[in-house]
Structure formats: structure tokens, C-alpha cells
């Protein structure tokens, strides 16, 4: 069978994160992260005892990391201005902090790579998080005056923006599940601290899209949100209880930032069971004309697994939170066992036709896709290489449903790795390796290509799926 090719213009790139690369945690006047936090605190909570204090060492590596991702091929990269090293207590800019990103961005022009600025990848400053985070809507309007500063430093060089990535990962890991510290599962304050990103959101985008028309930024910058979008399935000959475990699957986690996103509007069917369940948020006099401000110029669109629900069991959990749905194992699932997620590339096609459908007109891209494997020094052949044979073919089967979606009539405009150097990742650390490139924690950070590196060049050197 022959190959299949991507359009010309379709890019390739790396997706990572300020919290997760760039270590130098209290340097230059960066203020604690509720990840520094987190740490100070128990850091027995974390893979090793490995915190969130050196990230893979990109504060002083980024020269070299960049050159990497040139050598790929990649034409961008995504990352994140970390708000705890950008600004000081007072909202006023952290003049250390402002210089490092100039230089990040100016390396990256100078090696002709594009980068793609997101605001916000779960760091929020821990002094906010000590006056309420995100349940306090007072740090809505501080989000807004980080994001404008931020679009006003850099607007000039950075064409891309984004204001989340992914939004729905803070209420469901510190308030839905209970993952995250403070440990607690209140669905109505989980629903609350969405409700405030989502107004957030909007007015960073209603302050981005002003700014265009004063002329304080080219008018050629775009920008968008990064959601892990997840297509919602459910069991076969399924039930009415089953289809409402999708329902509202469906709203929360996709359709709530879809219609933010494409419409101004958050989906009224959510919001009406959110109502009869006593889940509502507070929505004030006023927001509406915020949440219309949310539309954005493209969407980035993170894949890792699907969501595989039915009805749920019971009505309510051990905490009092009502339920919407119970996971659903599917019989022929494939896992990625060390991460415990489903491998089921055809996802990445089905919600690409959902985008299609759901908001015509709307680009998009894939921002996130990656396979996080533990222990991989165990595929080293005799002279040192990680042969990563199974990286290689989960990009290339994921790849292979982007093009037939591209073919049936999704925009989809390009593809970011996850992880394409080795970073660290939250509780995990450095359990799971997600690189196309190596870091060796023992030498110094050093940095070492793997099998799929070649292979991922190829790849995008030609854009054809080899």
C-alpha cells in the first residue's frame, strides 16, 4: 500500500511546557508554583522523589534543545510562559523573567522555528492558589492582566498564542477525582473552578483581539485553546442511561469548550442538568457578554485516549457528587500498559470529523500526541540506541487516521509531538518517556536521540507517512 502523504503545507513540531522543561524554579526571581508548592510539601507524592524543580534543565539548555528540534525538521513548538517566573507579586513584570523568554523566542526565530505561546499548563502562581486559585474569581481578572501583559512583551515576535492547555485537567485532577493536592472531591467547586477558567479565557481572548485592532500587535497573530478532547463511546445495543453517560461525557469534557470556542456560548443541556443537580456555578449578570469574547482563530486539539463510558452504577459517589457515567472497558481494548491509557488511533479521527462537523470553519491542529513508556533503557541496542520501534508505530498509525481525516474534510493544519525531549511529568516524573530524544538525569541532563528520531525527520521532511 502506498504511503500516506500529508499536504504540503502541513507542519510538524514538538509540544511541551514551561512547568515540565525549564527548572530554575526559585532563580531570577521566579515566584513558587503550586507545583513548587506541591513539592516543598510531599515530595514523596512524586516518581522518585523527583519535584518540579529542574524540569529537564531547558532554563540553560534551550539553545541547545532548539537546535534539536531544527534537526528534526519541526518548523515549531509549543510552549508555555510560566506566570510565577513572568510576573511579580504585584502583577508588575519580573524583568528576569521577561529577558528569558525574549531569549527563548529569539533563538527560535534565529533557527527558523515557529513558537506557539500557551499561557496557562496547570502553574498557577501558589500565592493566588493561597487566596482561593481558581475558586476565587479574583484571579480570573489576574489572569487576564498576565495575559495582556504577556501579548503586549512578546506580540511583535510570537504569531501563535494560546491561553489553555487543557482547561478541563485542573478542575477534574484538584476537584473532580481528587488526584491533585489539596485531595478533594467537591464536583461543585470542580465545576467552579471551570466555569472561572472558561471567563478567564474570554478575556484573554477579548483583550488579544483588542489589542489587534489598536495595533499593539500584528494583525497577523492568531489565537487559540488547547483542550484534551476525548471521543466519548459507549458499549454496543447501549441503553438510555448508557447515551446519557455520553451526553454529558460529551458536555463537560468536549462541547463546553467547543461552543466556547466556536460560538461564544457554553451548551444550555449542560448547563441544565448542572442546575438540577445542584452542580450549577455562579453565573452572573454580565458574563454572557464575557463568555460571546471567547472565539478563537483555531483550536489545538490534544490526543491520547479515548473516553469509554456507561451509565454509572450508582447515582452518587462516597463523597455525596452526583454521577454521570462509569468507565467502560471495552473488550478489544489495546493499552499502553505503563501509562494504563487506551491505544485506539482511530479516536484521533473521529472527534477530528466532530471539530469538522460540530464548528465549520474552525482550524485546527494536533497539539498533543505522544506514547509515555517506562523503563526504556531496556531497548538499548549494543551500542547505545533506544530502539523505540513502538513510538514509531503509534505516531505512524495516528498519523495515518490524521490523513485520511485531512482527506475527508477535516482543516486540520499540523501536528506537535508530546515530549519530543524527555520532560518531566508531574506525580510521574520521569517514569514515563514520552521523547523522541533522551535525557540521562545521572549525566548532567545530557541529551541522546533515539531510533524514532530519525525516523520522526523523515517524516517530516517530506510529509509522508513512511
Known amino acids: 500500500m ?34 513548587d508548592h506541591w513539592s516543598d510539601l510531599e515530595i514523596n507524592a512524586f516518581h522518585n522523589n523527583v519535584g518540579s524543580y529542574v524540569g529537564n534543565d531547558f532554563y540553560n539548555k534551550y539553545e541547545e534543545d532548539i537546535k534539536i528540534l531544527k534537526s528534526l525538521n519541526f518548523k515549531s513548538y509549543r510552549t508555555s510562559i510560566q506566570w510565577s517566573r513572568l510576573l511579580d507579586k504585584d502583577g508588575s513584570l519580573n524583568p528576569k523573567g521577561v529577558e528569558f523568554y525574549h531569549k527563548v523566542i529569539d533563538c527560535s526565530i534565529e533557527n527558523g522555528i515557529d513558537v506557539f505561546m500557551n499561557l496557562h499548563h496547570f502553574d498557577l502562581p501558589q500565592y493566588l492558589e ?7 474569581r479574583e484571579v480570573v481578572e489576574a489572569y487576564s492582566n498576565f495575559a495582556t501583559l504577556a501579548f503586549k512583551e512578546f506580540g511583535s515576535k510570537v504569531k501563535h498564542w494560546f491561553t489553555f492547555n487543557e482547561p478541563i485537567v485542573v478542575p477534574m485532577q484538584m476537584y473532580m477525582n481528587g488526584a491533585w493536592y489539596p485531595y478533594e472531591v467537591n464536583h ?11 471567563l478567564a479565557h474570554c478575556l484573554a481572548v477579548r483583550e488579544f483581539n483588542k489589542l489587534k485592532a489598536e495595533g499593539a500587535i500584528p494583525d497577523s497573530c492568531d489565537i487559540g485553546l488547547i483542550n484534551n478532547f ?35 456560548t457554553l451548551p444550555k443541556d ?58 467502560y472497558i471495552w473488550p478489544e481494548r489495546k493499552m499502553n500498559v505503563y501509562r ?3 491505544i485506539y488511533p482511530k479516536g484521533i479521527y473521529d472527534f477530528a470529523m466532530k471539530i469538522t462537523k460540530e464548528c465549520p470553519g474552525l482550524p485546527f491542529f494536533i497539539s498533543e500526541n505522544g506514547m509515555g513508556v517506562e523503563g526504556e533503557e531496556k531497548y538499548k541496542n549494543a551500542d547505545g540506541l533506544i530502539e523505540d520501534d513502538y513510538r514509531i ?55 541522546v536521540k533515539k531510533k524514532s528520531a530519525s525516523w520522526i525527520a523523515a517524516v517530516a521532511e517530506g510529509n509522508e507517512i513512511i
Not at 504511503?3 to 503545507?9: C, V
Not at 454496543?236 to 461525557?249: C, F, G, H, I, Q
Request: proline fraction near 5%; include cysteine; hydrophobic fraction near 35%.
Open 130 to 136: 493561597d487566596r482561593g486559585g481558581w475558586l476565587n
Open 270 to 327: 449542560v448547563l441544565d442538568t448542572l442546575e438540577e443537580l445542584g452542580l450549577l456555578p455562579d453565573l452572573r449578570e454580565g458574563d454572557q457578554g464575557i463568555l460571546s469574547c471567547g472565539k478563537v482563530d483555531w483550536l489545538g486539539f490534544n490526543y491520547y485516549q479515548p473516553a469509554r463510558v456507561q451509565a454509572p452504577a450508582e447515582k452518587f459517589d462516597e463523597y455525596g457528587n452526583p454521577k454521570f457515567s462509569d468507565p
Open 2 to 35: 502506498a504511503n500516506y502523504k500529508l499536504p504540503k503545507d502541513f507542519f510538524f513540531g514538538a509540544a511541551m511546557s514551561g512547568p515540565q522543561t525549564e527548572g530554575a524554579h526559585n532563580k531570577d526571581g521566579k515566584l513558587p508554583s503550586v507545583w
Open 340 to 342: 494504563g491509557w487506551e
Open 188 to 198: 461543585k467547586k470542580g465545576m467552579t473552578v471551570q466555569y472561572h477558567i472558561t
Open 393 to 447: 508505530d503509534f505516531v505512524k498509525e495516528h498519523l495515518e487516521w490524521v490523513a485520511r481525516a485531512i482527506e475527508d474534510g477535516a482543516d486540520c493544519r499540523g501536528y506537535h509531538y508530546w515530549g519530543a525531549i524527555d520532560n518531566w511529568s508531574w506525580n510521574n516524573a520521569f517514569k514515563n518517556r514520552y521523547g523522541f530524544v533522551s535525557v540521562d538525569l545521572t549525566n548532567k541532563y545530557a541529551r
Open 230 to 264: 476525548a471521543p466519548p463511546y459507549t458499549k454496543e445495543n447501549p441503553s438510555k442511561e448508557d447515551l446519557e453517560a455520553v451526553r454529558m461525557t460529551d458536555g463537560i469534557h468536549n462541547r463546553w469548550w467547543l461552543d466556547v470556542c466556536s460560538k461564544g
